[in-house]
């Protein structure tokens, strides 16, 4: 049973989302404040934490920010419908996901199964356990990134995109594409892609402003240059 910890202040929306995920099979922990959240995750080490960013006190973002310092945790936000910045800004510091209140349940759930889905692939065949590109290298088995023989830091969904990327060289998608292909969402907002883009070019690109490896596809969306 997976466990996940919903930190938000809102009591309702605490009890409504801790009921349809124990109905998805779910383990499901509670806390209405950053601190108390912080201090639950390093104690037991959950799959994956629902967070709303307008916390009292430290806020969703800092809560963000500190659980990325020490672990990949998967990280589904939650955000109001006018707060495009701060959603963006969770995405830049590895938010897996967010979902927008108000919000469906049923979608909320099938966000949450979506990322422990994807964070739990089968590991892949013998024969196709690693990707290799002069000094980045994926091996997808441990599902562990580096470069120049350093481990990168990657979410799960970093590691996903960067991986089905660099398993298709030379092809062109569209964000939309990505989103399907990576995501598996069929809708959804499109900055979500470009985000987690340019976090990757931060780690993996030399000159992340001019960008060897992910490369922009002018009035398409991007390609992987292999043989960097």
């Known amino acids: ?24 099979g779910h383990q499901v922990s509670l806390a209405d404040n950053g601190e ?15 967070l709303d960013l307008m916390l009292p006190g ?16 998967p990280v589904v936000m939650l955000t109001a419908l006018g707060e495009e910045e701060n959603r963006i ?13 108000p919000f469906s349940p049923r979608e909320l759930a ?34 562990r990134a580096t470069i120049r023989g350093a481990e990168l830091a990657l979410t799960t969904r970093e590691f996903d995109l960067l991986m089905f990327l660099m398993s298709r060289p030379g092809e062109a998608f569209t964000r939309e594409q990505l989103l399907e292909k ?20 931060e780690k993996i690109e030399d000159t992340p402003a001019k960008p060897s490896r992910i490369v922009t596809v002018w009035g398409v969306g991007y390609r992987y240059e292999h043989g960097y």
């Open 110 to 143: 099938l966000r949450v199964s979506s990322v422990l889905r994807r964070a739990r692939a089968t590991p892949p065949r013998p024969e196709d356990r690693e990707l290799v590109d002069g000094e980045l290298a994926l091996d997808l088995a441990a599902h």
């Open 182 to 201: 990576v995501w598996g969402w069929d809708f959804g907002d499109q900055s979500t892609v470009t985000v987690h883009v340019r976090r990757l070019r």
């Open 89 to 101: 800004a969770g995405l830049e510091l590895g938010a897996d996901d967010y979902v927008t209140k």
């Open 58 to 73: 430290m806020d969703g973002l800092e809560v963000c920010r500190r659980l990325r310092r020490r672990s990949t945790v």
């Open 1 to 24: 049973m997976t466990r996940v910890l919903v930190v938000d202040d809102d009591l309702n929306v605490r009890d409504v989302v801790r009921r349809y995920l124990e109905l998805g």
């Open 36 to 50: 108390d959240a912080l201090r639950w995750a390093a104690e037991h080490q959950p799959d994956l934490v629902v």
